[in-house]
Nanobody, 124 residues
Framework: QPQLVESGGGSVQAGGSLKLSCVVS????????MGWFRQAPGKEREGVAA????????YHADSVKGRFTISRDNAKNALYLQMNSLKPEDTAMYYC?????????????????WGQGTRVTVSS
């Protein structure tokens, strides 16, 4: 059974940075598209960023464009999300997910495997 484990969340002040990591075991991510989603209390899960299997095509939601960057290291079977200039509205649980194929914007229903999430809290 594939396992996705996120790390790197925490509490920061507005304007700060965090880097989320997602390490995958149980399968090789090189043939999967990968994505980061977030869910704030009382809100639907939304796609933050996604990257295709080869890493050539990426998507970033308008709300994070210019501040967040998704990247992957297939050799390490890992996915990353660099988050800069964090805002209080970025506060949410962040999830890593994998899909056989991805469309933009990414939809949770397209993703087959999910991590347990890592919490990000941004204070003003």
């Amino acid at each position: 059974q594939p396992q996705l484990v996120e790390s790197g969340g925490g509490s920061v002040q507005a304007g700060g940075s965090l880097k989320l990591s997602c390490v995958v075991s149980g399968y090789t991510i090189s043939t999967y598209s990968m994505g980061w989603f977030r869910q704030a209390p009382g809100k639907e899960r939304e796609g933050v960023a996604a990257v295709d299997a080869g890493g050539a095509s990426t998507y970033h939601a308008d709300s994070v464009k210019g501040r967040f960057t998704i990247s992957r290291d297939n050799a390490k079977n890992a996915l990353y999300l660099q988050m800069n200039s964090l805002k209080p509205e970025d506060t949410a649980m962040y999830y890593c997910a994998a899909a056989r194929w991805v469309r933009y914007p990414p939809r949770p229903s397209d993703f087959n495997y999910w991590g347990q999430g890592t919490r990000v809290t941004v204070s003003s």
